[in-house]
């Protein structure tokens, strides 16, 4: 049955998105890899690297000067019912990159980094992720951050199962 979230499943819920997107090695080389073709390149050993130096469990800080790209997923807000329990479970997956980065090639196409970091988010969630349950993906937009980088913020409800 799904429900509302349970705030004792905030933190391990956002953990567990986080965890599974370090499994993605597609994800993880976008992030990472500052080239042109970064899918080209190696495999990343020790993703568990790319926590809080590429992905963050907090909204960007405009602080950042270095060519990058950066992933953030995070609660924008809740709304809790009588009971407690959170009604609305949206979940924000900003992908903040630098100018100088969007456009990327697979050593044939020429693609645009952030749109292939939210097709792999989307293919990634399809199915159900323990408490988590189900994403369900319902809008992006594209958000200017400052001279240097732009966003792509990608929201989803939390379909919570159980917990």
């Not at 799904?2 to 976008?30: A, F, H, M, R, W």
């Amino acid at each position: 049955m799904v429900e509302g979230l349970k705030l004792e499943l905030l933190s391990p819920n956002l953990v567990l998105l986080i965890d599974e997107i370090l499994t993605n090695q597609n994800i993880c080389k976008y992030l990472y890899y500052d080239d042109k073709n970064p899918l080209g390149r190696s495999t990343i050993a020790d993703t568990s690297g790319l926590l809080l130096t590429k992905i963050y469990p907090y909204p960007f800080s405009s602080a950042i000067i270095d060519e990058c790209t950066q992933l953030r997923i995070y609660y924008p807000d809740g709304e809790f019912d009588s009971t407690g329990v959170i009604e609305q479970s949206l979940v924000l997956f900003d992908i903040i990159c630098h100018k100088n980065l969007w456009l990327i090639n697979d050593g044939t196409n020429s693609l645009i980094r952030p749109y292939e970091i939210m097709k792999e988010l989307a293919n990634l969630f399809k199915p159900s992720l323990g408490t988590v349950g189900k994403l369900k993906f319902k809008r992006f937009n594209h958000l200017f951050v400052n001279d240097k980088f732009d966003c792509i913020r990608l929201m989803a409800e939390m379909m919570t199962i159980g917990g």
